[in-house]
């Protein structure tokens, strides 16, 4: 997915507040104090400048020259001089071995091709470096939750399973330590407007669904049905609700092997 189109309204689009931003900042210096940091996907930096600030080195990594551009303006105008990579992280990350104490990553691990995400992070982690990856979560039983429901079984239906982001990343916090089990904490929460049609409007000029590349007439056609079967279960999908959402961040120690 290429992020270049979305880099100047970005930050908007996504909203978080400098309270959650410094949430996840603290979060992660309290995990490991003083951290030579890799942010995988950092995009425009927004939680990456406060990292930057206050890391021993901080190093971001992402695919979009659009994004890291945003990155670069932002750090010029704190004065600030991260060291920013324009690297595909399926491929090889040009990051030294040995060389990082926490490997970050918000909203973007689940991706990446897990098997090669794990072994660069087990090439470019110290000893006992932390893998932390965050997300936005979502009630199960919130409209938007009931949308994804309602998506992934139209896509079974028509011989496509979709993508889990906790069954990839799972797997990746497995390979990097040893088949231990990882720690998650909420470090945020608030409320927001949420209008199901937007959402469902969004996935109509999305490249794939789920995880899944689908001729163009088959994604449409889901689409479709996505609005027919949730106006039937959900009623008007163009009125604005409330959508409360979390900010996770699942973290473990790396084992070398
Ligand atoms: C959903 S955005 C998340 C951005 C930011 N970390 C956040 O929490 O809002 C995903 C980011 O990962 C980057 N990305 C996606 N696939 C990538 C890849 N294969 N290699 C490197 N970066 C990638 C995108 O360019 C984008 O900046």
Known sequence: MNFDNQAQAYDQRVG?????????????FSLKPEARVLEIGAGTGFVGIELAEKAASYTGLDASEGMLSVFRERAAERGLKPTLVQADADKDWGIPGSSCDLIFGSRVFHLLEPEHLSSEILRVADQGAILASGNVLRPKDSVHHGLRRILHQLLREEGYEPKKKKESLSKVFSSVSDGGNYT?????????????????????HKHGLAGNDLPEDLHNAIVVRVKEKATAEFGDLTKAMELRE????????????
């Open 16 to 28: 978080f507040t400098g309270e959650t931003i410094s949430a996840i900042r603290d979060f992660l």
């Open 184 to 204: 998650s904490k909420v470090v945020s929460e608030w409320t927001r407007p949420f209008v199901p049609a937007d959402a469902i409007a969004s996935w109509e």
């Open 246 to 257: 979390f900010y996770q961040i699942d973290f473990i120690t790396i084992i070398k092997p």
